[in-house]
């Protein structure tokens, strides 16, 4: 019998919404001279969290595993193709686009932050530069693919992904939820991330 089960662990989804938060004021304070050090420390923050993800990946619960949404890129384009014919399959965690847009994410999150920290300290020139800047513009176009993607797949099955992403509950049979939630783990992720802003920022 369907019923509301978790899906999404608090550290998975603390990851999301820091990240989101994270990119969004980096990417708004990039030509700012005013704001340089919220930009550099939002740059930290983000390629802490997803060090933490790549992690997260091989021993996180369930959904968060990298195992459970590998896919061939034949499935990733038939999946693209069905919904165009709005007949996609319904997935309880990341379907195969939505996987794409995940290991996109978190390669250009890594070059983007890693080519900062390059710029930072002087290293490679203005080509570093320029790589920084690209790639970071490559993935706000990445995100926004994934969002169009996200309302697409929540208006054809009927459901909401954003607010799973916020409850991590989805409709599914018990034996298909994850046990437990590991809040404490998202609640260091979040303290860590506020005392290395308070730290770098005094």
């Known amino acids: 019998m369907s019923q509301k089960i978790l899906i999404w662990d608090v550290p998975t989804r603390v990851f999301h919404w820091l990240l989101v938060g994270s990119f969004a004021g980096a990417f708004y304070t990039a030509d700012s001279e005013r704001y340089r050090d919220i930009h550099v420390i939002l740059g930290y923050i983000s390629l802490g969290l997803i060090a933490f993800r790549v992690m997260w990946g091989f021993v996180g619960t369930r959904y968060a595993q990298f195992r459970t949404f590998f896919f061939k890129p034949s499935e990733v384009i038939a999946y693209v193709m069905s919904l165009t014919q709005r007949n996609a399959k319904q997935y309880l965690g990341h379907n195969p ?12 999150g890594t070059v983007s932050g890693v080519t900062g920290v390059m710029a930072l300290q002087d290293v490679g020139g203005d080509i570093v530069i320029e790589w920084h800047d690209l790639v970071s513009e490559a993935m706000l ?48 992720i979040v303290v860590a991330a506020a005392a290395f802003w308070l730290v770098y920022s005094a």
Do not use: C, D, F
């Open 97 to 108: 686009a939505g996987s794409v847009a995940i290991w996109l994410l978190v390669l250009s």
């Open 141 to 188: 176009a990445i995100v926004a693919v994934h969002v169009l993607g996200v309302i697409a797949s929540s208006m054809m099955h009927h459901e909401n992904l954003v607010r799973s992403m916020v409850t991590g509950y989805k409709v599914g049979t018990p034996k298909q939820g994850i046990a437990y939630s590991y809040s404490w783990l998202g609640i260091a």
